[in-house]
């Protein structure tokens, strides 16, 4: 955390780059690895993966928005607490839209809707970065964090449904030969997935990295 | 400090209560329509539902609005206004959470003929089979639920056997690989039929009509 508040200092304009940094340089999954909780729990269909991407992009968004708005009022002995009820509001708000939305989509993502508030991507960014920037760069920043979180999120659901129940949001894509591997769909297919998903990441950026020295 | 923190929560609890106020409406009325299909799927060839109320007395009686605490029967009529069945809901613990069910009872004939899933946390891919499978829901399309003399309780209770080993009408064919689950299932209908079957009985002529 301590890096990335030296980037966001020595950087003077804020632009495209903290949009694009949360997606690729510091994407929430893949590269400082927060938010696994939710990530493996929910990713086990398209439409669960998409759904749980969606609410949390809402959270991290207007939350990242209010700790920017309330920055310099907020003591910092209490930002912590300032900074866990602006996010615990905003993820009942959530709740509630989602259940308007659709009773379905809230069922199968479950317990997982108000776990929201103890996502680390969120907190870690309204620390790292909303707590210290003015509000659009705060809002550009989530959007950025939290389309990273929707790309790995979407790529593991997209994997473990294909794999797992042979279908892709829903719509089944082989015929009635194909096995589904149950395991995919389970927690463990989930480890499975984010690991070789991590490898693939990791590998590509060692690659980029000697590519462009 | 402290004026700080009141401020923020009080914004807060404010923005949370307008948005509950706003969403309830919508929320309340995706709950019912969820329920609403739910009862059309247990009750094939229903087109009205009347809900009904047990009363202490143990007679039914049409309820209006809405009681949450109240024991309801959800009774489909056809368009000509035919009985055809009562759906009920039941509940039992499976293997990972309660599971909520909602069946369909046709008192003419004495079988349960049709069972939905509404709620269960089951393992995805094994115990969530009881609300997909089709083999295993095809148990719930005829289930002999036949009472005793007197309607006082189930002549057989349910019972949920190995896969393929059904033998008997009462008898529910279990799936592979989500005994436990299955098992559940057999028991929360062993656990409701005999409580929930008898007063249906006992107020056909009250169902019958409707009113």
């Known amino acids: ?213 | 400090m402290l004026r700080t923190l009141i401020g923020v929560a009080a914004v807060a609890g404010t923005l949370i209560v307008v948005v509950f106020q706003l969403t309830l409406p919508t929320i309340k009325a995706n709950k019912a329509e969820a329920l609403r299909r739910a009862v059309f799927d247990v009750l094939p060839g229903a087109r009205k539902v009347v809900t009904f109320k047990l009363e202490e007395d143990g007679s039914l009686a049409p309820l209006t609005g809405d009681d949450e605490r109240a024991v309801k029967y959800y009774a489909g009529y056809t368009e000509d206004h035919q009985l055809i069945g009562v759906a009920i809901e039941a509940q039992g613990q499976g293997y990972q959470d309660v599971i909520k069910v909602l069946y369909g009872y046709a008192p003419a004939e004495q079988h349960i003929i049709g069972m939905k899933v509404l709620e269960s946390k089951e393992t995805p891919g094994l115990g969530d089979k009881i609300g997909k499978d089709r083999v295993f829901l095809a148990n719930f399309d005829k289930l002999e639920a036949r009472l005793t003399e007197g309607d006082a309780t189930l002549q057989h209770a349910f019972e949920v056997v190995k896969h393929g080993a059904k033998k008997n009408p009462w008898q529910i064919d279990g799936i592979t690989g989500a005994t436990i689950s299955s098992k559940a299932v057999g028991k929360l209908l062993n656990a409701s039929a005999p409580r929930h079957l008898p007063p249906v009985q006992k107020n056909m002529s009250r169902l019958k009509e409707g009113k």
């Open chain 1, 1 to 213: 955390m301590r890096q990335e508040t030296l980037t966001a200092a020595a950087a003077p304009e804020i632009g495209l780059d903290t949009f694009l940094d949360g997606i690729w340089k510091e994407n929430p999954t893949f590269v400082t690895v927060l938010g696994m909780c939710p990530l493996l729990a929910v990713s086990n269909s398209v439409q669960n993966a998409l759904a749980m991407a969606l609410a949390t992009m809402f959270v991290l968004v207007m939350s990242n928005m209010a700790v920017s708005l309330v920055r310099n009022v907020i003591p910092s002995q209490v930002r912590l607490v300032a900074f866990i009820m602006i996010i615990a509001t905003f993820v009942t708000v959530a709740e509630y839209l989602l259940q308007a939305i659709s009773l379905e989509l809230h069922r199968a993502l479950g317990a997982f809707v108000p776990l929201i508030v103890v996502n680390c991507i969120i907190l870690g960014r309204a620390e790292a970065f909303a707590s210290k920037n003015p509000v659009i760069p705060s809002i550009l920043d989530g959007l950025g964090t939290s389309m990273g979180f929707l790309l790995a999120i979407f790529t593991m659901g997209a994997v473990r449904e294909i794999l797992g129940s042979g279908s892709f949001l829903g719509f089944p894509l082989f015929g009635d030969n194909f096995e589904p591997w149950v395991v995919m769909i389970l927690p463990s297919g989930g480890f499975f997935v984010l690991g070789v998903l991590m490898l693939g990441v990791n590998r590509l950026n060692a690659w980029l990295k000697a590519e462009t020295r």
